[in-house]
């Protein structure tokens, strides 16, 4: 997680319950520059509880890999890009889905060195998987690709949500409530999640999704061009539906 506010102070170190994990930060000091400010301890435990704080990292990692991107489909299953700069083959594509915990689980990889390579490897998975089943993309994750304005008050303490699996990414405060988004509305601040937010935890946080982000309806001319482009690439598939395979089945 990133915390970027402007004229702050920077917090940096280790926390006490957790050797060896560091975070840097910026915070406002309340009460003066160098006594204890309770309110960022209270940001320092709301941190420390965020998986990706716990593991170091922005999204999932799996193996040693952090997970670049994934994209789920409508019967659970899914695909992933990672990267392990210090592996032999430091780059993976793997298939995945949420276990009834919601923890995301992978399997069937693909090794490669070259990320152009594996990224492309990473396309055509996702393709052929619809292809072969009919299924539609229902989700995009990767980090700080969903961005959230804070259109009320400047981002600070219980004023975004926190969903299991989901902390935000960054979190940026602006100096003033300022136009964004080419002067379509005003705003505090903004923060950024890899999964988006669901409709009823924007409007409990009054938060205004960007207009660019992966979820939001795309114009019926892009959405037209997209289901030409699978259709052609259908022809000659039969035209039932095949089943997909159970879980217990692999």
Known sequence: MTIRPLKTRLYQGSYRLFPGQAVSFYGLPRIGFNVVNIYMAELWDTLSQSPRF???????????????KAVMLENGRGFALGEHPTAPSPYVTWA??????GQRQYEWGHYGNDLAAMEQDFSDRVQD????????IVQTEGPGLYKYYSTQRPVDIGTFP??????PDEIVNYDQRIPV???AFLAWGHLTYT???????TADYELRPA??????PRPIAQQMKEAAKLAGADRGDPVHKKKAPAREER
């Open 195 to 201: 999964k988006p937010l669901t409709e009823r935890q």
């Open 211 to 216: 207009p660019g982000n992966p979820d939001r």
């Open 129 to 136: 998987y619809q292809r072969l089943y009919h299924v539609e």
């Open 181 to 183: 988004e080419g002067g």
């Open 54 to 68: 716990l593991e170091g990292g922005i999204m999932d990692k799996n193996q040693g890999y952090s997970i670049l």
């Open 162 to 167: 926190k969903p299991p699996h989901n902390a």
């Open 96 to 101: 995945c889905y949420d276990d009834k915990n």
